[in-house]
């Protein structure tokens, strides 16, 4: 048995457990997403990074061993950050289609840390209570979720009411490419969705830039210029 | 090529029919018997034989000794062609005398190097030699007695000609300031004979060992203050103590001679002409830990050093420097050299344990440490290669000598690897403290064509690029690391004013990016993210706020990565971003490359007061861009132009101008 201090709690765990079990006995959430008990413990997504105090290193939690004294903070501003920025390093390389993804909703562990987070990057699609066969959209509906920040729950969609776009463009190419698509399967056009656009979007420093560039993929929708080599 | 030079009875070998060494009865004395003569029997004859083997080796037979570098490094500039048109003039003129191919002894930029000896003549080293001048060396040594073309000299004698134009090697610049301790017999003996080792006074240190208890060998080392020369410096004897104490059996010591950094080849230099000297450093180790079974883990591109390291340790089983009961000490130990497939993080410990466990290589959390859970989850012991070199030395000739070099933190001395825009190249052996400065413009003697220092990259691409400031900086563990670089494996690659430091800190980013073992986040995504900003802002895209992205996602990486690899790899844009910020704003807010490198960044103009008309620069564009005007001179359309050069390489007045 060793005994450990986490976030200033003092615990005593059995020795060979790991940080994140032994915060988990004093009731301290720390996020994950690659670690699967038993499966998988490679500690490679570094999302459960903490900070450990007497050495000043970052130590991922999910396959730190405890040891006699270890003192670390799960939920100092240093931790914060480089999940935050774990967060954005993901997304940088994920691939955004929550249109299509079965992860919808709470299922989607990122989402949820994203939000938790404050990373933005995640269209409202991913939160949409509305199936794929009930899309706003599939009624002919001009909504902006496809566009939008996530992080509201998608409380319109659940009173009916379409996306007003009221968090912010995402300013990424692959994600707006992704729901000019959508649009168009759907026969929404650009017209439709520039009246509806300037309400909030206008205030953001990025707003011309955003349609430029929704102009652009339309553009080459009508010409059927698709080119897909940037589509991984 | 065969090695085996000397004929006739090896000193290995029994001498007489008295002689009682077998390798079915190990003795003790096994070495000091071999070199001071027969202790087993007492014969006067046997004696005088050893002895004039011994000098045999040393001095060459019938008293002339040639001997030809034969790294790597000698290699690649034509030493094999030298080596066998020695032999050839060598054989028409009918001489006796003993042809020995050696390693390299750290001048590269002289390579191919040629050392004659003959008593009562200055020994005599040629740089540069040719196949066409070889016989004109011999002609001018061995008759004339002529040294006036020799590069360096080793001692003087006086009765040489020209002998008094010639420096001696400890006057040239390269040798004056380096301390040459454990590459004390690079470029001396011939790597592939154990004998020529031990005439040489090697194994000397492991016969010491054996004699000792495991726990004096690490206070040995402890006394000597070494510190692995891998990069980390972490205190040997430690290790070896932690691994000692930990529980299980068997245990194991590996030999990492995973040298992977571009600009860093101390160990293939190492390895490559003293290789004995290393494996007897892995002995002692193991011996100090209680290991039974040992790896030297070799990169398999480096192939002439992992061929010695295999040569040499098949010599060593054969005459019982390996195997049961080591010179009747008790001591088993034996060692197999495992060729790695080449992959930079194979030299990250915990990678290179499961590469040799036969699984992919990819290094793991830790702890638990290797020093307690390593090799199939036994205690083990990586040593570097210098560190064992180190160790065999340091039980040799006892710590005292060992610590008179160094500061007081890092004890000893460390070979660097000067390479880059350096007018002399070469691995050079200096004790730890000494400044950047020394080693670059003592040693290596400043920059070549007469260019501008501008920063030096220290420790390889996980190490950091220092500018003329930090020069005055000891190089040793800790102010190097409070300066953004790390020791590492020692390469410095020094970068003169023509290079674009933007353009340095991508090629360093591209090679981790490439090397990256794609396990943990930080060091897959990160590095992808570092390269593309990069990228962008040579090309010509920057945005403000990539700085930003810049430092941000190197913070990240410096902490949340798995290993040091990743730890490590945004060190050089760092410490670019640190010392050369103002370049990276001039390629973003200005779009101008100050060194005139990146090529999008770049505008060609011809200046017509320069111009006469020759119309070679039309004549030379790949891509048409350049016009008659109506005044007879010419000029470039900037929409055409894709930045090539060509037409500044072709005008013979230097009109064309860059931008």
Redesign the interface.
């Known amino acids: 048995m060793v005994r450990v201090i986490i976030d200033g709690k003092e615990a005593t765990v059995e020795d060979g457990t790991t940080v994140l079990e032994a915060a988990k006995k004093l009731g301290i959430e720390i996020p994950t997403l690659c670690y699967f008990p038993n499966v998988f413990e490679?500690?490679?997504?570094?999302i459960c990074?903490v900070e450990d105090k007497k050495t000043g290193k970052?130590i991922?939690s999910c396959?730190?061993?405890v040891?006699e004294g270890l003192n670390v903070e799960t939920n100092n501003e240093?931790v914060r950050s480089?999940r935050k920025?774990?967060l954005e390093?993901?997304l940088?390389?994920h691939k955004i289609k929550c249109q299509s993804c079965p992860r919808k909703g709470g299922r989607c562990e990122l989402l949820v840390l994203c939000k938790e987070y404050g990373v933005e990057g995640i269209p409202v699609c991913a939160e949409c209570p509305l199936h794929e066969e009930d899309c706003l959209l599939a009624n002919g509906e001009v909504c902006l979720g496809p566009l939008t920040v996530a992080g509201c729950d998608g409380i319109c969609m659940h009173s009916n009411r379409s996306c007003e776009g009221c968090r912010g463009p995402i300013m990424r190419t692959d994600v707006i490419k992704e729901a000019v698509k959508l649009y168009s399967s759907h026969g929404i056009t650009l017209e439709n969705i520039l009246v509806k656009l300037g309400r909030y979007y206008s205030s953001s420093p990025y707003y011309d830039s955003v349609v430029k560039v929704i102009a652009q993929f339309f553009n080459k929708n009508n010409k059927n210029e698709w080119f897909d080599e940037g589509d991984e | 090529m065969p090695l085996d030079v000397h004929n006739g009875l090896s000193l290995m070998d029994a001498c007489c029919s008295q002689c009682n060494h077998k390798i079915e009865r190990p003795c003790k004395d096994y070495i000091t018997c071999r070199v001071n003569g027969p202790l087993c029997h007492k014969d006067v004859e046997c004696k005088e034989r050893r002895l004039r083997r011994i000098s045999e080796i040393r001095n060459g037979k019938g008293g002339v000794k040639i001997t030809v570098g034969m790294g790597s490094c000698g290699l690649a500039v034509g030493a094999g062609e030298v080596y066998h048109a020695i032999k050839k003039e060598v054989k028409q003129r009918g001489l006796e005398v003993s042809i020995v191919p050696v390693g390299c002894m750290g001048l590269c930029y002289a390579e191919p190097l040629v050392e004659i000896r003959k008593d009562g003549l200055p020994h005599a080293i040629y740089s540069k030699v040719t196949p066409e001048n070889v016989g004109k060396i011999l002609d001018e040594y061995l008759n004339n007695g002529d040294v006036s073309n020799a590069f360096a000299l080793r001692s003087r004698t006086g009765n040489a000609r020209g002998e008094n134009k010639v420096p001696l090697l400890e006057e040239i610049d390269f040798y004056k300031y380096q301390v040459k301790w454990v590459t004390r017999n690079c470029g001396i003996i011939n790597p592939e004979s154990i004998e020529e080792y031990i005439a040489h006074g090697g194994y000397l240190g492991l016969n010491r060992t054996l004699k000792l208890s495991p726990g004096e060998v690490i206070e040995e080392v402890k006394r000597s203050g070494l510190r692995g020369r891998g990069g980390a410096g972490f205190p040997t004897w430690l290790k070896w103590d932690i691994c000692r104490k930990a529980q299980g059996e068997p245990k194991y010591v590996i030999c990492n001679a995973d040298e992977g950094d571009p600009g860093a080849f101390m160990n293939r230099m190492l390895a490559e002409a003293d290789p004995h000297r290393v494996l007897e450093g892995l002995i002692i180790a193991a011996y100090a830990i209680g290991a039974t079974y040992g790896y030297i883990f070799v990169r398999a591109e480096k192939a002439l050093m992992a061929e010695r390291l295999e040569k040499a340790v098949d010599e060593a089983r054969r005459y019982g420097f390996l195997g049961k009961n080591i010179f009747n000490s008790g001591f088993n130990f034996n060692v197999e050299v495992v060729r790695s497939a080449g992959a930079f993080v194979c030299g990250e410990e915990t990678a290179m344990l499961a590469a040799i466990e036969g699984r992919r290589a990819m290094p793991?959390?830790r702890?638990?440490y290797p020093a307690t859970h390593g090799l199939f989850g036994k205690p083990t012991t990586i040593n570097n290669v210098e560190t064992l070199a180190h160790v065999a030395t340091i039980m040799a000739e006892g710590w005292e000598k060992f610590a008179r070099y160094g500061t007081e933190r890092s004890k000893g001395t460390k070979v660097f690897c000067i390479t880059g825009c350096a007018k002399r190249t070469g691995a050079a052996e200096v004790p730890i403290g000494t400044t950047i400065r020394e080693l670059i413009f003592k040693i290596a003697g400043g920059i070549r064509e007469g260019r501008k220092f501008k920063a030096v990259q220290i420790g390889g691409p996980s190490g950091g690029c220092l500018p003329e400031s930090a020069l005055d900086l000891p190089i040793d563990y800790e102010s190097l690391t409070s300066a953004g670089a790390i020791m590492g494996s020692g390469g410095l690659v020094v970068i003169d004013d023509s290079n674009c430091i933007v353009d340095v800190a991508r090629f360093f980013t591209t090679f981790t990016m490439a090397e990256a073992c794609g396990?943990?986040?930080?060091c897959?995504?990160?590095s992808?993210?570092l390269y593309d900003t990069l990228s962008r802002i040579i090309d010509g895209g920057g945005l403000e706020e990539d700085l930003e992205v810049l430092e941000?996602?190197s913070?990240?990486m410096k902490?949340?990565?798995?290993c040091a690899l990743g730890q490590t790899a945004p060190n050089p844009v760092l410490t670019t971003l640190k010392y050369f910020r103002e370049e990276y704003e001039a390629h973003i807010n200005e779009k101008r490359c100050p060194a005139k490198v990146c090529k999008k960044l770049l505008n060609y103009t011809i200046d017509k007061d320069v111009c006469i008309g020759c119309g070679l620069c039309a004549k030379n564009c790949p891509v048409e861009a350049i016009f008659k005007d109506i005044d007879g001179k010419y000029y470039i359309d900037a929409e055409r132009c894709i930045r090539c050069g060509q037409c500044s390489m072709a005008c013979p007045r230097g009109a064309v101008v860059k931008r």
Request: aromatic share 4%; with cysteine; charged share 25%.
């Open positions: 490679e500690a490679t997504c570094r990074v970052m991922p396959a730190f061993p040891s240093r480089d920025l774990a390093v993901i940088a390389i | 793991r959390q702890p638990p396990k943990c986040l930080p897959r995504a990160g992808k993210i941000n996602v913070k990240f902490d949340a990565s798995l």
